[in-house]
Every structure is written in structure tokens, then in C-alpha cells.
């Protein structure tokens, strides 16, 4: 009853699906198709994120604000946004059946969200305007539309880990609160009776309270050795208590809970990975089952070449007809022209590959001047470049520079010496260009070259603006002047890569790279809640002037802090005035847990609010977050080793090795040139065309965990489809591919 | 040639080394197994470790000292030291091939260590005696022989598993380094020229080496926020730089230290295991060379059971007999009368299983007094005192009790209330002692009995002391009252026996106990070479002065400090003055590196004294005890989740099964006594012996960390002979375990 082109657009929404590993059970009529399609195109994705990130920094210009702007204009801002949301929900709610719809909590959570800040604005904005003080509670509430308006699955993925360890955690944690409580307790009874002063003249442990919090805060190293200092100036037999207490709290609780929440996590992950290789092939199935025929002298249905190029063209329009042939000879490897359902289902994970395709192509100037750019001369210059010496010699000067740098620049010889670096630097670029071929030398893969040529040219750009701000209008721009600086150091990062060792860890730092970004992101969402409720508590207690000579600069115009030691550090930015800087000192307190001077403005149980935070930023997310860099070294750790082969690699391995025999062949690897989604080439120089895999890429951060886990996820597991499509098939095996020339 | 009687001490010899894994080739001479028996004799051992020890602890006497003692006397004393630790090596000479003594580094080691003390001593008498300054630098030297000179396997291979890690973390160190480098760069560059000034009001970050050692030290976050606050007053956006610095080397850096620590030290250490294991096999099996008989009927070389009893109780001597008909019956399990080599070679494991051989036994007071005890009131205590009601009553009155130590002791209520509570706790003991079989009550492996019945013994003594002085002289002994009060609150901890959760968390702590001990020694190492160092550079530069009121007590005694915050906060007595001192200032420093006041009173070059301090203890060591207890707790959770049995506890399962199964039907189980090694009981009473297998302990610590890495090991490992036994045999497979009545 279906047209064959709907049938092809269900098909590709389901192995695009697949690939990206969108989980969404959207209805499978033609117009929720249609609309799913909208939903996913990336203009929506990218208003929705821009909107979002309007409702977050809405912090920053309302009252306690960095620019205050009228209340009017934030509370349409805000209404705007709650509209775009609005927006987005519905068309969900569109797009997949009414019935899953309201079984999923992100979907409710959202609602609530948008209700709660609604009745918020409206109760706010009438008190407001009857001048009665309240409070814009609902603000702690926007983050919670990042975690789930947005497709941030790794984000959500993050909170399910930390919401999956919590148990675990708090069982250690309790155990962890009695250990504290029954040495405060000993604290108490040891030191309590003794008289003791501590630095600044009050009485030390005669308060119980007061001494769970220090030993609390010893647990963040924050106050050692002070806490300890007058027992110890009492007598040294006090410190084996202290040290007995560092050795069980600091060392011992704090390790366990790393182990807790690490093994949580690997074992969490483990599952939801599991079930994301479950629901990509299930999501296969389902689109071969669209596009299955029967072929005569076939037991089973199968899909032809031509419905497999039609659904490769459609979710893959950037691949080139080579790359695609390439593939399609990967998925029929016995060259029958129609392949069944088991090889199709491989194609998600063949499509995630990032195939780059190789072409030998000469140096633009060899056909421009062929008989200058093969002369001797010409020829000695490509031999020079390419020689190990090249990179030593611009190692070395990068070296000399870094010392040019260190010394006064306002010393003339030094100063101009910058234009000898930068021609320098330039002549390399140059020099590089001529040798290789340009295109390949601007690859999408060649990370150091790019980054190179921008940092040369840009302070190439600035240093040409300062000097000619410098000689035109007689001084010098601060700002420009600090670019300058930054771009020069930088430059310097360039050394580590001629190394082989540190490209190693190098690499595996830029790897887990956007893993990162979705750490930071939790960061944000915990930040933001707190910088919300710290600006409630804390705003205006603690200010800071500008103007050192202010008569309350020395104590933060707040009299509470006068000799406090808050105060006589210089904390006075440290505060909750508005957003940034509480961004910042929250920052600060992950680091080191300091509060006494807001517990002095407000009231001691100011202290809940800054050991809940320690509790949920250091003891989980730092936690979780280490987990995570563990894993990720021990995964690149294991498969540099041991040349481990994830079984996706291994298929491809074989034709790669092809590739690389060719090449040697040829003897052309300086002349090649990268293309990777090359549309405009000609299919005609099929020869000189080959593959290269860039297999230590993983274009998703799904991938990367995918592969952190794949080793311990059973085999049979793959072969297991949630729903309907109970039948189990077979993992395909690859173990001949052919090469179609 | 041989007499039998030097036969079976060689095997003896063997296996009993193989069942403690000690690894030395000794000479196989009739006189050389004596000597060597003699080398193993624990009179000699305990001997050699308190000379170790009394040599360690001349620090404490020597100049600095804590008690000082004239030159001749310390001089003397380590002299004696010297004389024992050569004759220990010596004996060990004496024991090994010359060949094999020489080719051993820790024997050269030793003989190193022993020649340059010596040297050192003769030149600072004589330098001394001439009263000319010289350094005892030799004293730095002393603690390698803990190292070396014991038989301290765990010591010696924390340190193997650190000198192996240390490749891979110098180059992760090089590139922490050289991002250190560029950041204090770029920090030079931005901050230097804008005049700012820190809170003590000299420049900020206006030369380099002071800026990349603050940045360093940010790294410990000891010095954070205060490094920052300078920059961040002038401009909010320099918080950026620093944030990214956090962010690089204070997270991500030392996650990869971690990472790498831990990985190293898993691959090495479960390769040094297995070497372990290997050697372990090639010693059973020269034991089974010696013993071996041939036959007739059998094509293999057999051992009778004749022959494996007398080794069993050579090697053994404090196990019964049923035990060892046990262990016999499981070797043999076809009940041949003799085994082969391959069920001979697992003896050295089966003898390191603990086996409880449980006794069913009444009550004492039952053969006493039967009408009584079995009366039905005595009947309702019983039944009372074994209800789940009566350790959540006592629960209870614990926690009353911790709000009662909470109160202060001089209200009379309160410190009378604690001759209540000491009654209770009195009668509770009684109750179960009324209940329970006493010799089962206080068994080896009831740690919480023990534990309750000493506190509150203690307790009980201490505060009748305590009150007798009190009426008698009219004082308290502020000693006394300490120890009263200590007691007290450790009566607390046994809350957390109750709650099954923490009894988990709190037995994996316990089991690991022993490998901190190893740890422990690992730091009093590294402390004390720093000790030493620290105490010739820093000796007397800060003094601490008991009387607040003595002129100098403001500054240390040292003008330079005047002023300087390392006085203001009252760090006084974080000194190198003594050797305890200097312990105790290490401990800080591990804890938060600060050492300005040191700098100051001396040199700036005495940070790297302390940034090498920071390297070695918390990069390398610390790193690795978090590795260990990370590891330790993944074994934890994996053997308590899946049930995961090693290959040796398997073997005993289905006897243990066997032992339950007949615990039902005799329905004894409370009134069961425990023995182990109990050599007096009767065997004539065999029906009513059971075995029970301490499943969960480990004897050893490698023991431990066999399991730890079993997993990980190939078993065809096992089968792999080091030297001259190059022939393989299979590893055995106990399926059918026999039991022989």
C-alpha cells in the first residue's frame, strides 16, 4: 500500500537512526516519518542549543547580575525560550505514538520544568510589581532542560552512571560519616578538656559540631596541618591521632570511594552499551525488512545492490561511488550481487569507519614547471625538507625562541628578533608547501599543519598591528600585545609532537577529548544549580572594590570579616555577586574547599551548603570523571600494546594492508594527496585511487565507549533483538573480502 | 649415597618453601640444608628485625636527637648492628652457591652498604675526635637494608613494581613538566609587566622560576586560591588561565600518573606472580624427585602415603590428623594408597588453605549442671540472647552511650551513667558466654568477641583506676582518663558489625591490613632517607619554644621569619630539629606541600628538596597504594557479586558443601566449638569432626595477590618449569573428591 520512495525514506531514517544511534521509536507512518525528519535536520538542533544556552546565561543579566538589564526584557527572553521548548516538545510529541510518549520520565521532567518556571514568572513577576521581596527559585531548574530538552545522550548517559552508583556510594559515604563522627568524638574527649588555643585565639575542639566540620575539611587537605597544630604544639603523641585519621579518611575513604564509583560505572556502561548495540541492530533489521525482496534460488529475502546504493546515497550523500563500491564488496564478499540480512546489518558500524580516500596526485608546481621543480637544485630542497634534520633544526629554533621569549622583550635586540623567529617559521610553512602537495598538506587529518600555519599567521597578523599601532600612534595595545604573547607560547606546544612518546599520551588526551566536553557539561549543570542557590544565600555579603584604597577594602565591606582571615588573604572576589564569579569560586572550591569567610557572614550552616557541595563535585563527578581518563589510558594502553583489533578494525585490516602494499609499490606516498569526501573527482583514475582507514579516529564518543566495552559485552549479545524481531541471526563473519577493482 | 632421614629433610626443605614461596637456591649438600634450616629458624628472623630496627632508631639518639646519647655509645651500638647483619649474610654465603651469592645485586648491595658505614664511621670518629664539622652522610644508607637484608619479598617488590613503573611515568612526568614550562611562560608573559603585587606586597609572577614553582605547588593545590587572587582582582578573565591550568595538570595530569602507575604495576607484578608460581611448581617438584618410589604397576614414579604423612607433619607439625587424612584423601582422590607428582605438586597450595576443624561440643555448664542449664528458663535466655533483638537492643544502647560520651563527663549523672553502661556491656559478654560454648566464643577467627571483650575489659579496669585515684589522692591522672576516654569511643565501632553492608566494606579493609603494612614500611623507607637529608639541611633553622611568652616564640626563633606567615600561623614546630619531628613535618607534606618557611630560613633552592618529596611520595607511592587498594576492591566486588571461585577454593567446595549439609542434619551449629590446631582432642571421636573452609582469608600476602591476578594468569603457565626441570606436567584436576570416613 506503500510507494517504494516512502519505503526507501523509512529505510534511510532507520539505518541513519542506526548509525547515529538515535533511540527514538518514532511511529512509522509517512507524515510522523516525514516530521521525524524535520525533527532531526540540524537547523532545529542548532536553535534549540542556541536557545538553551539564552535561557542558562539569562543568569548573567538578572538581578544579582554582571549587566542588569530591566525585568521586562529577561522575563520575555525567558517566556521566548519557554515557547522555542514548547515548540520542540510538541513536535516530538508528533513524531512518536502518544502511548511512549508519556511513559518516558524526560518527557514529564520537561513538562514540570516548564510548568514550574511558568508559575514561577507569573508569581514573581506580580510580587515584583507589589514591591514584595521573593525569590526566582525556578532558575535551579534550567539546567535540567540541558540534560533533557536536547538530544545530549552522553550527558544523560553521565547522570544515569552517577544515579547508578549512588548506593553503592552512599554506603561507603555512611560508613566514611561514622569513621568521622567516632573521631571527632575521640577529638573531643582527648583534646576538649585541655584549654587549648588555635592561631587566632578561640578555643580549639570543645565544640563537637565544630570538630566534625574541621576534620571534615581536613578530609579536603584545605586546613592541614592548622587543625592539627595546636594538639600538636600540646604534645606529639596528639599527631598519631591526626595522622591515623589522614591515613583512614584521606587515603583509605577516598580511594574507595574512586573504587566504588569506577566499578559502577565500567559496570553500568557495560549495560547501556550493551543495550545501544541491541537497538542499532534492531533498528537494521527493521529497515531490511522494508527493503527485503525474494530472489528466485534465495531461501531468504535479500537486498540488491541497487536498493543498497539507493539507501547509501540517501544516508551517506558525501561518500564518493568508489568508497561505496568498497563497502558494498566489504558486505558481499562472495560477489553475488544481492546480499541478506546479516551482512546488511553490518553496514551502521561500516559507515562509522572513517574510510579516507587516497589519491596519488603530483605537486601542482611539477605540472606548472616540470623542469625546474625536477631539477637538482629543486630536487636537493624536497630531499632537505623531508630529511629527520628538518624537523631537529625547527625543533632547536623553537627551543631558542621559547629562551627569546622568557628574556625582557622590551630590550630591542629581543623584540626584533620576534620578526627573525616569525620569517623563520614562515619559511618552513613555505618550504613544507613546496615539497609536499598542498592539498595533503591541508588535510582534514593533519592536525599540526593546521595548527601551525594559523598560529604563524596570526602572529604574523598581530605583531604587524602592534608595531603598527606602536609606530603610527606612539603606544602599544595591552590587548593586542597579550595575543601576542599567548599565540607565541603556543607555538611552542609544537615540540611535543617530534616526539614519539609524548604523541603517544598526547593522542589519547586529544582522543578523549570530546569526552571531556560532556564532563564539562555535567560540571555546568552542578555549577549552574549551585551558583544559583550560592547567589540566593551569599549575594552582596562580601564585596570587592576595585579601588584598594576604599575604606571597607579590608574587609570586604562586611564589618563580620574585619580581622578575619577571609578578609586578610585578599578573598574579597571570591564571592556569589553574580554568576561569574560564582562560576569561578566554584571552581576554587573544587580545588580547595575554603568557606569560613561565608559561614562568618551568614551563619554556620553555610557550611552544608559548601560540604554538599564537596560531596557531590569531588566525591562523585571528580570521581567518575578519573574513572573515565583510567579507562580510556588502559583501553589505549591495551591496544598499543597488544595490537588488540576491535572485530569492526579487523574487517577492514586486510584491505588496508592491500592499500599499503599498492603504495609501496607506487613509491608515491610523498606525492599523495588526502581527499576525504571528494565529490568533484573524476571516477576514471580508478587506479591511482586508494583507502586508508583512520582507524585510530572514533567520529563519536558512542564509539569510543563502544570500543572501552566491546571486549567484555559477549558476542552472543549482538544477536539478541529487543522487540518484536525476537528471531536471533548470526554475527557475520568477514573473513575473505574482495577487492573490486 | 644419601640416608633417608637427609632425604626427607630435603624434601622437607622443599616443600615447606614452596608453601611460604621462599626463593633461595641453596646448595643441596647435607650440610648446607642444616645450615640453611638454621637460616630459616624464626629465632634468627626476629633477631635480625630488631637489630634492623635498633640500627633505624639511632636516629633518635643521634645528633639532632630527641634523647641525645655521647658519639660512643650510638658508635658502639651500630657497630654491633654491622657485626650481626655480616655474620646474617655470612650464614646466607654459607647456604647458596658462591656463583649464585655473586650474581645476586642484593647481596652486593648489602655488602655495599655495610663497607661505606663503616668507612663513614671510621672517618667521622676520627674527624670528630679532631672536632672538625663532617656529615654521617652514610646514615641516609640504613634503611636499605630493611630493603635488602630481611626476607622482606613484599618490600622488595613494591619497590620492583616502582623502578618498573618508572619509565613510563618519567615520560608522562617530561610532558607534565614542559606544560608546567609553557604555562609559567605564557603566566610571565600576561602578568609579569602589570605590576601587580600579592597579599604580602612583593611582585607577582615577575620571575620565571618563581612562577613555574608556584604554579608547581598549584599542582599539590596548596597554594590555591592565593596564587590566583593577584591576577584575578585585576581582571576576571586571567581566571581563565588559571582555570585551564586546574584543569590540565591538576586533573588531567595526575588522572594519567594514576593511570599509568596502576597499569604498570598490574602488568608487572602478574608477571612477577607468575614467576612466583613457576618457582613454586619446580621446588614440589625436586621434592617429589627426592622422595619418589617406583612401583610395580605403575609406568610413573609414585609417592606412598607412608612417606607423604611424615613430610606433611615435618612441614606442618600442628595439624591433625583427620586433617590431614583430609588433605590426603584429596590428593589421592582415586584412593590408590599413592599419588603421582602431579597431585604431589599441589600440596604446597592445599597446605595454604585454612581449615577449621569444627567440633560439636556442649556447653561446659550443660555437663555441670544439666537439669539446670536445660531448665526452660535457662532454655528462654538462650533462645533470648540468640534473637536478632538482642544485638539491635545492644545496638541502641551503644548509640545512648556515644550521646552519653558526647556530654560532659564532670556532670555527675553523666560520669556515673558510664558504671552503668560499663555493667551493661559486662553482662552482655556474660549472657553470651552463657549461651555460647566459651572455646567457640573466643576462637581464632571471632574478631569481634575478642575485640568487645578486651575494650570493655580495659575499660572497666582503666576506669576503676581511674576512680580509685580519684578518692584516694584526689587527682586524675590525665593519662588514665585519655586512655578511659580512647576506650570508650572505640566501643562505638561495634555498631558497624551489625549492618551487613558495611561488615563488607569493613572485611575488604581488614584484608587488605596486611599489604598497607607493606606500604607502611615503603614510606618509613622513603621518610626516613628524606628525614635524614632534611635534618642536615633544615636542622635548628626553626625552633619551637614551649613558653608562648619566650622572646623568639614569635618568629621560630629564626629573625628571618619575622613576619613571614610559616610564624604567624604557628608552624613552629613542623621542624627537621629531630628525627620525630621530621616524621611528623613529612606526614604534612605528603598531605599539603608547604614549605616557604623553609625557603625563606635557608635558600630557594631547598624547594627542590621539597618538590622532590612531592614527586617520590605522592606521584610514585601514593599512586600506587590507591592502584592497590583499587585492584584489591575490584577483586572484592567481583568474588562477591559472581560468585567467581579460584581454582583452590573450588577443589575444597564440595567438601565444604559436604560439612553443611551435615551442620543441618545435626542441627549443632550454636553450640559447635571451633578448634584449629588442637592436638589434644582425642581422634577416637571422628563423627562429630567437621572441617570448614576459612574460604575468605588469606594467610598471606601473596596469597592476596595470587588471587588478585589468578584470573589474569594462563593456566598453561603453570605447567612451565624455570630451570632444569624443563618437562611439563598437566596442572591436576580434582573433579571427584573422595571422603574418606
Redesign the interface.
Known sequence: PVSPSLDFALATVFVSDAQYNRNIHFDSSPQAVRLYLLYNHWAFKVLLYFFIMVNLSLAIFEEPAVFLLPLWATMLVELLCLIVFTARLVHYAKVIPPVKFWKDPKNICIIAVLTLTLVDMIIYGSLEAAKIYCVRWSRVLRPLLLVNVTEGRQLRRAFRSIRNALPQIF??F??FM?SLL?FS??A???LGKRNLKN?EGYPYFTD?LEIVFQLYVLVT?AN???VM??A??AG?LF?IFF?LY?LIN???FM??F???V??SYKKYLKEEIRQLVRAKRYKMARAFDVLQEQKEGCSQPVLTQASWNHIVRQVRPDITDAHRDLLWSVCDDKNQGVIGKVAFVQLADLLNIEVITLKSRPHPLQNLFPTIYLSAPSRLICRLVQHRGFVIAFDLIILVN?VF??LD?ENPLISNSEWGFLALYMLEILLKLYVFEPRSFFSRHSFWNWFDTLIVLSALIATIINSALKSSAGYTSRQIL?IV??L??LR??R??DSIK??RI??NT?IRIGPA?LTFGQLIVVVYYVFAIVGMELFKNKVK?FDNSTHPEHAYCGNPLLKGHSFA????C??NFNNV??SF?LL??LT??N?CDGFASVTHVSARIFFVLFHIVVVIVI?NI??AF??EA??VE?SVDKSQLQTSLEKKIEELELAVAQEKVDDNLVNAMETIVNDLTTGQATKPNLMFKIASKRYRTVDALLQRMFEADIDPEDFAEIDESQARSFENPVFDTVLWRG
Chains 1, 2 share one sequence.
Open positions: 554506603y561507603v555512611l560508613l561514622f567516632v568524638l575521640m573531643l574527649k582527648l592561631i563537637y587537605t592541614s596541618p592548622d597544630m595546636p600538636y604544639n606529639s599527631t595522622i589522614i584521606t587515603y583509605i580511594s574507595v574512586l573504587a566504588v569506577y566499578n621559547a621569549i622568557g622583550e597579550d604573547f599567548v607565541r607560547v611552542l606546544i615540540v611535543v612518546r609524548f599520551i598526547i588526551l571531556i570587592f586578610q588573604l585578599g578573598y572576589k571570591n561569574v564569579s569561578i571552581v576554587e580545588v580547595v575554603q571528580i570523571f578519573v581518563v583510567l589510558f588502559f594502553y
